[in-house]
């Protein structure tokens, strides 16, 4: 172990010793240091770059543990909602073995989120996933096997088993053994996140004992046993300590939620208060320097007792919401209890009157107009989120980004085999309207570069041009014909944003939301692609003389054909016309407080200016030369959510655009829209 980990120290300082012994040493701070998340005020950021970084994820609802709502189709009548342990009893009531049982949930694990899903999961733009564990998946197989006893002896055979747990806890006789199945499925997800260079969040989903009265989430047998016996609390501390201590080292791993949604707790935020100062206290003596979710009453959304200045150490807390089926209408009216913090109004007034992160852990489970708005409003205020779930059971489209149809478990031991089948990935059913609902502004900005994927000279998430050796811009020509490179001037089209995919490569995504194929070389390529496949990954290969070259799927390399005819992907070597130079759109750097050109098909001679730029009190003017024509103006973000539109009308040589409020300090692109042309600006707002 590195001598330095071990020491109790805070952040900033544990980062400054860490770096200056690697100086020391003469080592470099490796592609894994660079994946670290941090909390930076209010903002979740890279630990390297000081980057925010804004996680968007997937929660993987049903993987470590059912819920019984999701094992069978919604509004079945009949069927069984409840916990996991009654859908093994159903099973052990139909003359299944204990054997047979385990061996089935050890397929079904095995089963229902492999590679593919991730793989599926990051190609639609997610950075992160959120695992709900389990945990029984860290009790040995004789130690599970005395729980599963519990479920046709509810009351003496629990009993029983809160002796074990006391007896196994005293003895030091839990979580020892590195192959339990919890490690191993955590082990093998990181391996598949890092492939795709994505972060996972661990959940305790189901804490020892359960965590409320909803024996749903937790897969309980009596309410409120993790609050009411004190050998749960101790259970649930070491199962955190061996967590931390296991894997206190992986950046990946983008912080811990330590209990999921307490509920209906005895106590209050009080109780949970005291077992969450002992968590986090376990977890910062063992050198771990992760980010922690803290969740309070009420299904993770009541802060009384709970607020940051009551922990200590306090350093490193994310606060977490969980979002369903509030009224759009009721979302900016303040609830009177400010520590209440679902609504949108109380969620960014305790961020910022605390100045700590929040995240929404989870929000989902509505009509797609609900998800689209709940989405907008969130990145809006820059607030990452979970989506709940990604797959579930269902005859029609849910709001999951899969559905899983065939068999259901719920029709019991008969269709065992099936439902094994049914739910692999090959065998699930994309929930397309759900997906364009999540999915319009993915990725997410601040992609993550972990594992082996993008290096950090690769600006992922950022948005570029790309100049060709004949001096002009690469258009996407909107997609609607083959791409050139033959612009004078870098507007809409002619801007991409830097998608990251496995394997270090990078996707190229123009203006209309749609991918840059290579065509494999065969035919011109096209900004057209609505996913990243094999076409629309490439090689972003650095040149000696400061350009990029791109080398695609079939190991041929973008030639720019020197704007004489449409772009292919066919050449063997890097020449001249294969060599691409490149500026970041979000660097602040290019084009701030110049004329800027008409299209140069337009033969109208119309220049605009813009300034001041930067702006510094929320009003900027545009001035007209030559002619006085009205404008359409709208800025966008520069992952590209539009946050203003207003129209101006030409009767004086320079129009004032008051921004709004609501638009905070960064870089955006401003798009004039014109009679004669359509024009865009990059402007900074301090």
């Not at 009993?159 to 192959?179: T, V």
């Not at 294969?578 to 001679?605: C, D, H, W, Y």
């Amino acid at each position: 172990m590195f001598p330095i980990l071990s020491l109790r120290i805070c952040r900033p300082v544990f980062k400054l010793l860490f770096f200056v012994v690697c100086l020391a040493w003469n080592m470099p701070l490796t592609h894994a240091q660079s994946c670290w998340l941090e909390v930076n005020g209010k903002q979740i950021v890279n630990t390297t770059t000081g980057q925010n970084v804004i996680l968007r994820s997937v929660g993987l609802g049903n993987w470590a543990l059912q819920e019984g709502y999701m094992l069978h189709p919604q509004n079945c009548q009949g069927c069984p909602p409840g916990p996991q342990w009654q859908m093994k009893k159903i099973y052990y009531d139909e003359g299944q073995t204990p054997g047979q049982v385990e061996d089935f949930y050890r397929q079904w694990r095995d089963n229902f989120i492999t590679k593919a899903d991730i793989d599926y999961i990051a190609s639609l733009g997610f950075n992160s996933v959120r695992l709900p564990m389990h945990y029984e998946l860290f009790l040995s197989s004789a130690q599970r096997a005395i729980r599963n006893n519990v479920i046709n002896n509810i009351n003496f055979g629990h009993d029983i088993y809160k002796d074990s747990l006391r007896s196994w806890y005293d003895n030091n006789q839990l979580f020892n053994d590195p192959g339990l199945e919890g490690f191993r499925m955590i082990d093998n997800l990181l391996s598949w996140c890092k492939d795709n260079g994505m972060y996972i969040i661990l959940d305790l989903h189901a804490a020892p004992g359960g965590q409320g009265a909803d024996k749903n989430i937790a897969d309980i047998f009596h309410d409120n046993n993790l609050w009411l016996y004190p050998v749960f609390q101790d259970v649930t501390d070491r199962l955190w300590d061996r967590i931390s201590q296991r894997y206190l080292n992986e950046p990946a791993i983008a912080f811990y939620d330590l209990i999921n949604e307490p509920n209906q707790v005895p106590g209050g935020g009080q109780a949970i208060h005291a077992l969450l100062q002992r968590l986090i206290t376990t977890v910062r003596n063992n050198g771990d320097n992760h980010m922690i979710m803290v969740e309070g009453n009420g299904w993770g959304n009541n802060y009384d007792y709970l607020e940051p200045f009551t922990f200590s150490p306090n350093w490193g807390l994310v606060y977490n919401a969980h979002r369903y089926w509030i009224d759009e209408a009721d979302d900016w009216v303040a609830d009177p209890n400010p520590n209440q913090i679902n609504r949108m109004a109380n969620l960014v007034n305790f961020r910022n009157t605390h100045n700590v992160p929040v995240w929404v852990g989870e929000t989902g489970e509505n009509n797609n107009q609900w998800l689209r708005q709940n989405i907008e409003k969130l990145d809006a205020e820059g607030i990452g989120w979970c989506h709940w779930t990604y797959k579930r059971f269902d005859v029609a489209e849910n709001a999951a980004l899969m559905r899983i149809g065939g068999n259901y478990p719920t029709d019991g031991a008969s269709v065992m085999a099936g439902v094994l089948e049914s739910i692999k990935f090959e065998n699930c059913i994309p929930n397309t309207n759900t997906i364009a609902a999540v999915t319009q502004d993915l990725p997410a900005p601040g992609t993550s570069i972990c594992g082996p994927g993008n290096s950090p000279e690769l600006p992922v998430g950022q948005v570029v041009w790309l100049r060709g050796n004949n001096g002009k811009y690469v258009s996407s020509e909107n997609g609607q014909s083959a791409m050139m490179c033959n612009r004078d001037s870098a507007g809409d089209w002619e801007v991409f944003t830097l998608v990251g995919t496995a394997d270090g490569k990078v996707a190229l995504r123009g203006s209309n939301n749609q991918y840059v194929s290579s065509e494999n070389g065969e035919s011109p390529m096209l900004c057209n692609r609505t996913s990243i496949g094999g076409w629309e990954a490439f090689e972003w290969l650095p040149q000696p003389d400061g350009t990029v070259a791109l080398r695609g799927f079939n190991g041929m390399y973008v030639s720019s054909e020197n704007g004489e005819d449409p772009m292919l992907c066919n050449r063997p070597s890097v020449g001249a016309w294969e060599k691409f130079e490149f500026g970041l759109v979000s660097s602040g750097t290019e084009g701030m407080g110049i004329l800027i050109e008409a299209n140069p098909e337009n033969t109208r001679e119309l220049l605009l200016k813009v300034y001041p730029n930067p702006v510094a009190d929320g009003s900027l003017f545009i001035g007209m030369e030559k002619e006085h024509e009205d404008i359409t103006a709208s800025l966008f973000t520069i992952e590209g959510r539009q946050v203003m539109t207003r129209k101006l009308r030409g009767d004086t040589s320079d129009m004032k655009l008051q921004l709004p409020g609501t638009v905070r300090k960064g870089i955006y692109i401003l798009k004039l829209n014109t009679a004669s042309g359509n024009f865009s600006r990059k402007i900074m707002v301090q």
